[in-house]
């Protein structure tokens, strides 16, 4: 039919033993011998012998990871799970046992590759952005997390590019902030929200900042229903209660060996555990076991 474009005829990879097929990775580190990864091959190199290997259009170069964690953090503040995202861009881990808990979000946790990311991966995210934007998710946590942590929704930064590491929505003062005065909230006090400290403190994953936090949370009024939630709720990243992420695991699994499969939440041996950890937080000793939403 005339103005109809040829289509091209698929390549054969079955002579090739490589795993991977069709791309310069593929063919550099796989062994790859399809007609198409050689092209790029030699085209790559080409870049390459010209100084300009990063202008490349057949290597996925890493991107400035700015915009493609505020995708993340905005769908995290209408609801969206890290777990439900994480599947949805290809993250799995099959090594972990808890199947809800098995997905995450390498980027968003990991602190050495924070600054920067792989064009394919912001692409991903990009799109899965553009597709749940308007969509609420299930989780009020993560909504109330949000908030605490001064994270914007998608519809606030349709007045700023996401992606400019620069650039700050204009909310008109509508950016969802703590309020400190207000002694009918549950997390009324906590250091973390009063304003004082960059929320991103206590979720950072470095030894410094880890170790900062926890000097923080050791002085917070309310750092007893902070742990109680983390141990119960749970919580496995980021500072909650003066406990690292790593101190905390420890004490979930053994509080989970002692109670040998009974309730966590109003057993002796939690209290006992907030009783070592936050001996001096006797005020809010009255909110062990009410599974506050932190």
Known sequence: MAGTAPTEAPIDRSGCPARRHGTV??????????????AK???YNQFQYAGKAHLSPDVDHRIDATGTRRRIQALYAIGHREHDLARRLGYTSPKRVFAERACVIPFM?????????????????????????????????????????????????????????????????????????????????????????D????????????????????????????LQHA????????????????????????????????PMVGSPELTAVLDCYTPAAGDDAGAAGTGVDG
């Open 109 to 197: 946790h990991n602190s050495s590759s924070r600054a920067r990311v792989y064009q394919s991966t912001a692409a991903k995210v990009a799109a899965l952005y553009e597709e749940l934007r308007d969509v609420p998710g299930p989780s009020t946590h993560l909504r109330a997390r949000a908030r605490r942590c001064g994270w914007f929704r998608p519809d606030e930064w349709d007045t700023a590019d996401i992606d400019d590491p620069d650039s700050t929505p204009d909310t008109a003062g509508t950016r969802p902030r703590v309020v400190e005065t207000d002694p009918t909230d549950p997390w009324f006090g906590a250091l973390c929200r009063s304003g004082r400290y």
């Open 231 to 262: 141990l119960t709720a749970p919580e496995n990243y980021g500072v909650w209660g003066a406990l690292s992420e790593r101190k905390r695991r420890a004490v979930r699994a053994e509080l989970r060996r002692q109670l040998a499969g009974r």
């Open 25 to 38: 990775s593929a063919r550099r580190h796989h062994g790859c011998t399809c007609p198409d990864a050689e």
């Open 199 to 226: 929320p991103e403190l206590w979720w950072a994953g470095t030894q410094r900042s880890s170790a900062q936090a926890v000097r923080v949370c050791g002085h917070c009024p309310m750092r007893r229903r902070c």
């Open 41 to 43: 091959y030699r085209r």
